[in-house]
């Protein structure tokens, strides 16, 4: 990841505050040093760079195996754009792919990082705010660390889903809430009631931040429809349809680096066509 933070903080960092002057707020709210879960919502493929903008630490994702073993020119440009975003692979062998995401997510926190989630599964296809899986409730509760919202505010407009690059005139920014405390519900992973019950608190304190729409329902299933595909059911601990840190129980988040025609692993990645995860 070194790469990527070092291009982000050098050399992207003052163009994105002339182009786009984002506004930030709640940076005291992120611990300076030390494991934190960063839960936040996701519109854009510009959340990636607009989140740790603001911040002097990287923030981490959890992301599947697959993105990192291609063959090839094609391969190693994936493994290159994955580990330069800071997603890390899971090892999904001899174990289910919720585990293996659960256990990525903790070594990541032992190791004192900050660890990113988009709880709900996906790039959100209209703007609005969804129901999250409760992979990121098991993942607060095991790690016992600081649960801190975050709000990626005006990216959507400013990169939706399928463009290319990032619109002018529109002022994005980033909003990180007061950590959230979970200690009551210690000891209770296994409590399917307490897991929904955590997520919601979660998405709460994401749309106060955010003021978007809440839709109870799973962003997958929306975007399904939109589609006009089958809607298939989305349970919590399903495979993530995107990559970095997704919210469901598996471990990646928007889609970022299976497959497109030009065969481009970094527009796979920009176009959310599977990716990393978003949930552990």
């Known amino acids: 990841m070194l790469w990527f933070?070092?291009?982000?903080?050098i050399v992207l960092s003052p163009i994105m505050y002339v182009l786009w002057?984002?506004?930030n707020q709640g940076m005291r709210n992120v611990p300076k040093r030390g494991p934190a879960l960063m839960v936040s919502n996701h519109l854009s493929f510009a959340d990636h760079f607009f989140a740790p903008l603001p911040l002097m630490r990287p923030i981490f994702f959890i992301g599947k195996g697959e993105y990192f073993t291609g063959k090839g020119?094609?391969?190693?440009?994936?493994?290159?754009?994955?580990t330069g975003v800071g997603v890390v692979p899971v090892d999904r062998t001899g174990g289910s792919a919720a585990e293996a995401a659960l256990e990525t997510g903790l070594r990541i926190l032992r190791e004192?990082?900050?660890?990113?989630?988009?709880?709900?599964?996906?790039?959100?296809p209209d703007n609005r705010l969804y129901r999250g899986k409760t992979g990121v409730a098991r993942l607060a509760l095991k790690s016992r660390v600081p649960v801190i919202p975050v709000a990626m505010i005006n990216t959507f407009e400013l990169m939706p889903s399928g463009k290319p690059l990032p619109r002018l005139g529109v002022r994005p920014g980033v909003r990180f809430g007061e950590p959230?405390?979970?200690?009551?519900?210690?000891?209770?992973?296994?409590?399917?009631e307490v897991l929904r019950a955590i997520t919601d608190e979660i998405m709460r304190a994401i749309r106060e931040l955010s003021g978007q729409e809440y839709v109870d329902r799973y962003?997958?299933?929306v975007k399904a429809e939109m589609a006009g595909k089958p809607v298939r059911p989305v349970r919590d601990d399903d495979e993530d349809e995107d990559a970095p840190g997704t919210g469901g129980d598996n471990g990646t988040e928007d889609g970022t680096g299976n497959g497109t025609e030009d065969g481009s692993a970094a527009r796979r990645a920009r176009d959310g066509d599977g990716g990393p995860t978003d949930g552990a």
């Open 180 to 192: 959230l405390d979970f200690s009551r519900y210690y000891g209770r992973e296994d409590d399917r």
């Open 219 to 221: 962003a997958a299933e």
């Open 73 to 82: 020119i094609k391969g190693l440009i994936s493994k290159a754009f994955f």
């Open 21 to 23: 002057r984002p506004r």
């Open 112 to 124: 004192g990082k900050l660890l990113g989630i988009y709880p709900e599964g996906t790039r959100a």
């Open 5 to 9: 933070w070092i291009l982000l903080r």
